[in-house]
T-cell receptor, first 111, second 115 residues
Framework: GESVGLHLPTLSVQEGDNSIINCAYSNSASDYFIWYKQESGKGPQFIIDIRSNMDKRQGQRVTVLLNKTVKHLSLQIAATQPGDSAVYFCAENIGFQKLVFGTGTRLLVSP | DTGVSQDPRHKITKRGQNVTFRCDPISEHNRLYWYRQTLGQGPEFLTYFQNEAQLEKSRLLSDRFSAERPKGSFSTLEIQRTEQGDSAMYLC?????????????FGEGSRLTVL
């Protein structure tokens, strides 16, 4: 399949390691944030979201941290698996009108 | 399959031709979005509809681009007089209008190649 993001920042990890993907957002008025996973040739897939009145939210194997002071968002993936290999995008939403996507990060998981 | 569906998945056309993409959103979703994604970039917002009303258009959407959602269900995105710079993945997404449900559900995209 065709690759998404040939020139994206890349994070390479070993299977079983924890992964941390970082994102800086631009608008201090953003009130909702989402992490998406995109596999080659496919559309973005929802992973986890967080509202601006929270600083941490946990899902299954994933945790999102929000630092509004420095406008920083991170996605932590525990016990990373080869199936987690993909491009990850953060997206910010102002007033629940539309999502604005950041530059993605490619995650490569080696067995 | 009750997800967002897009058609065609791939389109190759010659410069100057017109192309049309179709998106069928999740049935209970009244918001529908179009995004464009080029290699190495995140999706870029083009336009969105709430029911049949087109509420916002990006500056990226030149006069050659037109989107419709005539009955508030499926949507079409037409590109007239295609240029090589139009080559990209065109993504459709849908969501509920409820502000508490901000997640957008994306389709698999329609990849356009302009020769």
């Amino acid at each position: 399949g065709e690759s998404v993001g040939l020139h994206l920042p890349t994070l390479s990890v070993q299977e079983g390691d924890n992964s941390i993907i970082n994102c800086a957002y631009s608008n201090s008025a953003s009130d909702y944030f989402i992490w998406y996973k995109q596999e080659s040739g496919k559309g973005p897939q929802f992973i986890i979201d967080i509202r601006s009145n929270m600083d941490k939210r946990q899902g299954q194997r994933v945790t999102v941290l929000l630092n509004k002071t420095v406008k920083h968002l991170s996605l932590q993936i525990a016990a990373t698996q080869p199936g987690d290999s993909a491009v990850y995008f953060c997206a910010e939403n102002i007033g629940f009108q539309k999502l604005v996507f950041g530059t993605g990060t490619r995650l490569l998981v080696s067995p | 399959d009750t997800g967002v569906s897009q058609d065609p998945r791939h389109k190759i056309t010659k410069r100057g031709q017109n192309v049309t993409f179709r998106c069928d959103p999740i049935s209970e979703h009244n918001r529908l979005y179009w995004y464009r994604q080029t290699l190495g970039q995140g999706p870029e917002f083009l336009t969105y509809f709430q029911n049949e009303a087109q509420l916002e258009k990006s500056r990226l959407l030149s006069d050659r681009f037109s989107a419709e959602r005539p009955k508030g269900s499926f949507s079409t995105l037409e590109i007239q007089r295609t240029e090589q710079g139009d080559s990209a993945m065109y993504l459709c997404a849908s969501s509920l209008a409820d502000p508490g449900a901000g997640e957008l559900f994306f389709g698999e995209g329609s990849r356009l190649t302009v020769l």
